[in-house]
């Protein structure tokens, strides 16, 4: 009973945090129209950063996804390229913790494309541009994350004595397993959304499928690299 209430308690405390947040986000939009274009720009996106890094330290994926995916819709420039961008860095934030695995790929992918699908089909405009911007900076955003992962990898035979080669192995394996849990986190996503945004998230997959990818050759070459190491 003790260890609910402090569930519950920790649940209202995020809860009343994230509206705090929120709050302080629209007071920081609003105080950017007093300055210049040039400034307001800036400003606008210093809080987008400190958005994308309470992803990582709030765990605050979806709400903070939702709430800026519909900001550039509002804005109506440039959607695709934006929410591109923006998924890319909260692909990449919320992957940073912890170990790099396929089961939280998944996870961060789907998160990411319904979470901005959803922000549209609330806003009832731009789905498509919109659910494309997100897969395709949710894919970037785990390219970026492998090469990360690699890069770690290459290190940590450096500085450890005890790094084996069942090591290099495990990460092979994760990184060629990484496309399958790419389609897999849209095809889930796709049971969702709504129509507008299945097509694109159905077009994507049959894509993936069809040809060889960008998320399959950067795997292939990772591949490559970590045979060398």
Same mark, same amino acid.
């Given at each position: ?8 308690? +920790? $649940? ?12 302080? &986000? ?23 950063? /400190? ?6 330290? +709030?765990? =605050? ?33 919320? =992957?940073?913790?912890?170990?790099? #695995? ?10 990411? /494309? ?7 089909? *609330? ?12 897969? *395709? ?16 990898? #290459? ?7 005890? &790094?084996? *080669?069942? @090591? ?5 394996? @994760? &990184? ?5 849990? &790419?389609? *897999?986190? +849209? #095809? ?11 097509? /694109? ?11 060889? #990818? $960008? =998320? ?10 970590? =045979?060398?190491?």
């Amino acid at each position: 009973m003790e260890l609910l209430k402090i569930k519950y308690k +920790l $649940q209202e405390q995020k809860e009343s945090f994230v509206a705090e947040l929120k709050d302080a &986000f629209d007071g920081a939009k609003e105080a950017a129209s007093n300055f210049s274009e040039e400034t307001k720009d800036e400003i606008e996106d210093s809080v987008t950063h /400190v958005k994308l890094k309470s992803i990582e330290i +709030l765990g =605050l994926l979806e709400e903070t996804l939702k709430h800026s995916v519909k900001a550039i819709i509002d804005e109506g420039k440039d959607i695709e390229a934006k929410v591109a961008h923006l998924t890319k860095e909260a692909t990449e934030n919320a =992957l940073k913790t912890g170990q790099l #695995s396929t089961q939280k790929i998944k996870e961060v992918t789907q998160a990411v /494309v319904v979470a901005a699908a959803e922000a549209a089909q *609330e806003a009832e405009k731009s789905v498509k541009e919109t659910t494309k911007g997100a897969v *395709e900076g949710a894919k970037e955003g785990i390219l970026n994350s492998i090469e990360e992962a690699k890069t770690k990898l #290459s290190k940590s035979k450096d500085d450890a004595e005890d &790094f084996v *080669e069942e @090591n290099v192995k495990y990460a092979i394996e @994760n &990184f060629e397993a990484i496309e399958d849990a &790419f389609i *897999e986190a +849209l #095809s889930n996503a796709i049971n969702k959304v709504e129509d507008s945004a299945k097509r /694109v998230i159905k077009d994507t997959i049959v894509d993936l499928k069809k040809h060889t #990818s $960008q =998320l399959k050759k950067q795997l292939q070459m990772q591949r490559r690299r970590l =045979l060398i190491i």
